[in-house]
């Protein structure tokens, strides 16, 4: 993509952020930039976040000179820029590095609405917090009152953070990751959240969940966001296209009567369906009546169609 033509693409992007009311100046609350080809990138996305942007190329043919130079000149020379190639096989390339701008630490905090997360802008390939999720920190942080609440596959805690800003009665966050969880603690520590023992589990979800049945525990709100492929050593991994269903199964047995589970996926084409097929199936094997109450789509600094996935999530009573 010719210069004029990145800067001139970038411009109707920001311009859309603005015209939804996301900042995208340096400090604002993390927002996507650019959504692949729906923002007229295809291969890539650009996020805001917090002092520093963060380009992502997906696709090794996709020109990510041309954005970075776009975006140096939109926010300035001394703009910190990160660049993570997504589609190398390499370790390091994924990670990623900074590439333009003024000296910036890669572990940086980021604010949104009112909380404040870590973020790890070179380490990993994922950086702690994911944006399409924002709209759905919102309405867990609007019903978590009152409620115990279970966020499963929590990865950094952002949603659990959100149940406790919120009022939840309690938060108890499962992962197998060690390091999400200590970021998760962090994240607490930051936005001046209680935390005991209990709030951070390193567990494999699903034999959480069988324990909790086994003990007759049970949540007011299910917060469940797994990946679209998980490997579990020495057992079958799982698979959301053709395991949702039972995993909400499970969820729904130890949601208490007139819960509320918050079912995610990011799976690449579809829609709602996605979601609501699987809460069904779960539903019939659990033997529970399920109520659609509210769809979540991501925010609109996530437009669709894409080359890129986004999340939905799909709330449901039973």
């Known amino acids: 993509m010719e210069r004029s033509a990145a800067a001139s693409a970038l411009g109707l992007s920001l311009a859309r952020r603005e015209g939804a009311g996301l900042g995208v100046e340096n400090g604002s609350d993390a927002v996507r930039l650019v959504h692949g080809a729906a923002d007229g990138f295809a291969g890539l996305t650009a996020d805001r976040l917090g002092p520093a942007v963060l380009v992502e190329r997906h696709d090794p043919a996709a020109d990510a000179e041309g954005i970075i130079e776009a975006l140096a000149r939109r926010f300035g020379a001394q703009e910190p820029i990160f660049l993570k190639e997504r ?72 949603l659990g953070a959100a149940a406790a800003v919120g009022g939840a009665l309690s938060s108890t966050n499962v992962d197998v990751m060690r390091s999400a969880l ?77 819960g509320l589970i918050l079912a ?35 925010g609109p600094d996530f437009p669709q169609p894409s080359d890129r996935p986004a999340a939905r999530f799909v709330l449901a009573q039973a």
Do not use: M
């Not at 000296?103 to 399409?132: N, W």
């Not at 709602?272 to 109520?291: C, I, W």
């Open 87 to 158: 589609w190398s096989k390499e370790r390091a390339d994924r990670a990623g590095g900074q590439v333009r701008g003024a000296a910036c630490p890669p572990d940086i905090l980021v604010p949104e609405q009112g909380l404040v997360f870590g973020v790890s802008l070179a380490h990993e390939e994922h950086i702690g917090l994911f944006l399409d999720a924002r709209p759905a920190r919102a309405l867990v942080r609007r019903v978590a009152e009152g409620r115990r609440v279970l966020n499963l596959f929590s990865y950094t805690g952002t």
């Open 182 to 258: 200590a970021t998760a603690r962090d994240n607490y520590a930051r936005n001046g959240l209680a935390a005991d023992t209990r709030t951070f589990l390193r567990c494999d979800v699903f034999q959480h969940l069988a324990r909790a049945a086994r003990s007759e525990a049970r949540c007011d709100l299910i917060v469940v966001d797994p990946p679209p492929r998980a490997a579990r050593p020495g057992r079958r991994g799982f698979d959301a296209r053709t395991g949702y269903g039972r995993l909400l199964a499970r969820c729904l047995k130890v949601l208490a009567p007139n």
């Open 264 to 298: 995610g996926t990011n799976l690449k084409g579809g829609g709602f369906e996605e979601l609501e097929d699987p809460l069904a199936q779960g539903a019939r094997l659990a033997g529970r009546n399920v109520e659609i109450v509210e769809r979540v789509p991501a």
